[in-house]
């Protein structure tokens, strides 16, 4: 069965709507072949064409339906001149964000051969904290909006964001702690779905 859903996503089911058959136009219950699940798995989809995909693998008593979510490829950009590491890094990592969507970090150890250009052409927002002046952050922020990779800009309260912001995007953003930083993020537009 296909099922287009309002956001635009469109999901596949086998199994879930509880009658047979489902394409002749009759309701017949069906007690054997079309039960409803009931315990799930999440399990990582791991296919070079589509890594930003989880499956979400359904095990009913006598049928096995998958259903693909999208993930969003999330990059991070900030300063240098901060303790990003705990202060950025380390709560994105706890959240729930993190199990959700794919997060690029930058200066993480595994990432610094990838040049920012490269990243952004697989990238569905770029999230910036943008607290503390950063001409490297300023060159990710162009190309992202060069590339036409959506930007949101996050800025701690007490803090003055730079005025060129503008000149990227419109959503430039005040946070708290990192918990309503967190928050806010999943309440992105893109991501609130």
Known sequence: MKNARPNGQTIFLAGLE????????????CLTTWRQPNSFNIIPYENTHAPEKLVLTIFPTLNLSTVTIDTMNIYISHSGNYDYDSELYSPIKESALASAHQFFLPHEPKNAGILAKEELQRTDILVAEVSYPSTGQGIELGLASVVGVPVACFYKAGTKPSNSLRFVTDQIIEYSSIHDLLTKIGQLPVLDK
């Open 18 to 29: 509880g009658f047979e058959p489902p394409n002749v136009g009759t309701k017949n219950r």
